[in-house]
């Protein structure tokens, strides 16, 4: 995603890779369209001085490349989201790495730019002359920060809060890897520190699944770098060949279809600014809503198990809606599926229920029906008992609570009762097709099925808002 977020944000030529050891895997494979390869020997002395840690190899190859070639040089953990190109004018543009307290500190090489030959890359390279070989710190980051006290006109000096912030601190880290308030939009680069200490326990918590279902803001932003489409990267044309590296990298064995229900998500989110969720769609495909369903196999319907947690942020959306779905689970699970919804549901979020009413079926078995019930009961033998041979309530009530995988029929105040349990608020009836928000209106489809008229003598609609 690194390499994606300066490939997308810088819009370079070419991006080089220079390494001594070709990785491999899943990322690797994802990146290497970005990148033109050069393999290189990593060094092993400088001006007679032996070079051991690889922190210094890997300064001393950065420094010398740059001189040679000129250009951008940015670490693998450097996320980049703005544009560079305001920088590209001067010989050499350096950000400084602050200090707690937003002061200059000294200099970080995981993000340097420089024209070939410039002048200050020049000199701090031969400052390695003076190389300690056990003080990374110092030849790396104190050294060049003291040459620029001495030559400042050889260096654009860039803002290094808008480069290196959050820090590598215990507290930045936290920022950086949990905060989801924490605004980045000052921010040229995120720094992931990915080699300080204590780095190691939040970067090795990162997956794909993180993008995927952002909880941070840091998160989002990746998930925004990873899902953005360009020309060398389409998840509709990823080569089955990835499918075979996935295991190491992610629990599902479907790289490709995974990576497509992932991405329904988040390009869902980027383009809708109210964003709307339907539980169980069926056949039902809403314009403007995240239609979900438990097997999800049409193009744009999203598989979701409402039996177990949903895998979306909180506050995600303004409106859920369910049709003929809560009734098909135990009471226990539907009541976690209302939480869910509670805890995704933005404030001032409105859900709307749609289901059978126990109190229609009550009603069926009274002495004196009216010709509307009495239709249906010659209705619901006709087309789901046809061995039975007498149009008799008691079938069609025993079919209705056993067929269709129903488990549990609501009436109105128990499916409220349950949506307070869940935190829900302003709890209200309303007619099918019919709501107090636009946006509710006109959403059922079940009638399409069993006729209008059914529709209306077997279901409710209930509707309740996140306060």
């Known amino acids: 995603m690194a390499i994606k977020s300066a490939y997308d944000r810088i819009r370079p030529d070419k991006i080089f890779f220079h390494t001594n050891y070709e990785p491999s895997g899943l990322f690797w494979e994802l990146s290497k369209p970005f990148l033109t390869i050069n393999q290189v020997t990593a060094p092993t002395e400088i001006f007679g001085n032996h070079i051991n840690l690889i922190q210094h190899k890997a300064d001393v190859l950065t420094l010398e490349t ?48 420089a024209v070939p030959n410039a002048t200050f890359i020049k000199r ?14 110092k030849n790396s980051c104190l050294r060049p920060w003291e040459l620029y006290q001495v030559f400042k006109k050889e260096v654009n000096l860039l803002d290094g809060a808008k480069f290196f912030w959050p820090l590598w601190t215990e507290s930045g880290l936290n920022t950086l890897y949990n905060s989801a308030i924490y605004d980045y939009s000052n921010n040229y680069t995120i720094h992931l520190w990915e080699s300080a200490p204590k780095a190691n326990d939040y ?7 993180n993008c995927f279902y952002p909880k941070s803001t840091f998160e989002t932003l990746a998930s925004k770098i990873f899902f953005e489409p360009n020309d060398k990267f389409n998840y509709a044309d990823l080569d089955l060949k990835l499918v075979t590296l996935t295991n190491s990298y992610i629990a599902n064995p479907n790289i490709k279809e995974y990576l497509k229900n992932m991405s329904l998500i988040i390009n869902y989110f980027n383009t809708n600014n109210v964003c709307k969720l339907q539980l169980g769609c069926g056949g039902n495909i809403l314009e403007g809503w995240l239609n979900t369903d438990y097997y999800g196999n049409e193009e744009n319907i999203l598989p979701l198990d409402v039996t177990k947690s949903f895998s979306f942020p909180d506050n995600s959306f303004a409106y859920i809606f369910s ?8 009471y226990l699970e539907g009541l976690n599926m209302l939480k869910e919804c509670f805890r995704i549901l933005k404030p001032n979020g409105r859900i709307r229920i749609s289901t059978p009413n126990l109190a229609f079926l009550i009603a069926l078995y009274n002495e004196k029906k009216t010709d509307l019930q009495k239709s249906y009961i010659k209705w619901a033998v006709d087309n789901f008992l046809p061995h039975i041979n007498i149009h008799d309530d008691t079938f069609v009530i025993n079919n209705f609570f056993r067929n269709w995988g129903h488990k549990f029929i609501y009436d109105p105040k128990v499916l409220a009762y349950s949506l307070a349990l869940a935190g829900f608020k302003n709890i209200e009836l309303y007619n099918i097709h019919e709501s107090n928000d636009d946006n509710l209106k006109n959403l059922e489809s079940h009638g399409k099925h069993i006729t209008e008229e059914y529709n209306k003598l077997e279901s409710f609609v209930i509707e309740a808002v996140k306060i």
């Open 66 to 113: 740059i001189l040679e070639y000129g250009g951008i040089a940015l670490d693998l953990d450097v996320f980049v989201l703005k544009s560079f190109d305001e920088f590209l004018d001067y010989e050499c543009s350096l950000p400084f790495q602050p200090d707690d307290n937003l002061k200059p500190f000294v200099f970080n090489k995981a993000i340097a730019i």
């Open 124 to 137: 701090w390279l031969a400052d390695y002359k003076n190389f300690v070989a056990d003080h990374w710190y």
């Open 203 to 209: 970067v090795k918590k990162l997956a794909l699944s």
């Open 323 to 330: 049709e003929h779905l809560i009734e098909h689970l135990e």
